[in-house]
């Protein structure tokens, strides 16, 4: 048995005038209620300091940069990393990182129990445009603020297991859990602020956005025997509806814990990481049963190339 007793801290809402220091005080009730649940792990979501900014369009890079970090700690966020220590509670988060030489990444920490940062990662898949769109009901300018990230998908030995990270729509590519699949990934840890409605598609209805959150998570988690736990920041970001749905999958892709609400939510799960086993040696055994002969095109063509016509 090598359990790690994980909280997801599913944020609700950050209105844009939301300091980063209340966000802070909120993530750390989450991790008081965590502490008394006896959780080793406390995993927040994407872009977890502030509201979710890419809606907005802005043109001045000295706007933009304010809702960057510049460094890890932060004063605002060194009472978390406190606590955490004090805890022997492990962390991951979002945030927006601007690095001493001057990229945009849209990033995602592990830290270990000592409150040291084992893990980071860049989010690789940035939806949504770079320009005004004037056809959408609302905008989603992540390729705009942010540059795709450089890390490529590692995985971190921490807390007697090996874990991985991705972000938001990171979570829809089958390649990112199997690239972590293929370094032996026990559980991936990922946030999400993903919007109730589709602003290109007025009809889609709420619940076909959890589902396909959910069948991509549980997909990954099988297909890769490994835990996965997708946290959301949820609930009407200034009049703009994030979905919630917060959930911890097992290594068989069942839901074993999910959010009920659009709030600040604690959900909590035992996880043994030696359920992973199983699936890794028998059905999902890469090395028995790949044929990586046949797998070509997916690293070598981006996007689709149709047959030509009879
Ligand atoms: N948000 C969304 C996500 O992938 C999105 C964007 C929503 C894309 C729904 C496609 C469909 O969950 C972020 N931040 O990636």
Redesign the pocket.
Known sequence: MRTVTVAGAQLGPIQKAESREQVVARMIDLMDQAKAKGADLIVYP?LALTTFFPRWYMEDQAEVDKWFEKEMPNAATQPLFDRAKEYGMGMSFGYAELTPDGHHFNTSILTDKTGRIVGKYRKTHL??HAEFDTERAFQ?L?KRYFEPGDTGFPVFRTMGGIFGMCI??DR?WPEVYRVMGLQGVEMVVLG????SV?SQKGEEAGDK?IFH?NLSMQAGAYQNSTWVVGIAKAGSEDGHPLMGGSVIINPDGEIMAQAKTEDDELIVHACDLDDTIFGKETIFNFAKHRRIEHYGLITSQVGVVVPPEK
Do not use: A, I, K, W
């Open positions: 994407e939806p949504g989603h992540e938001c729509n829809r999400y602020n993903t919007p589709n956005r959150s």
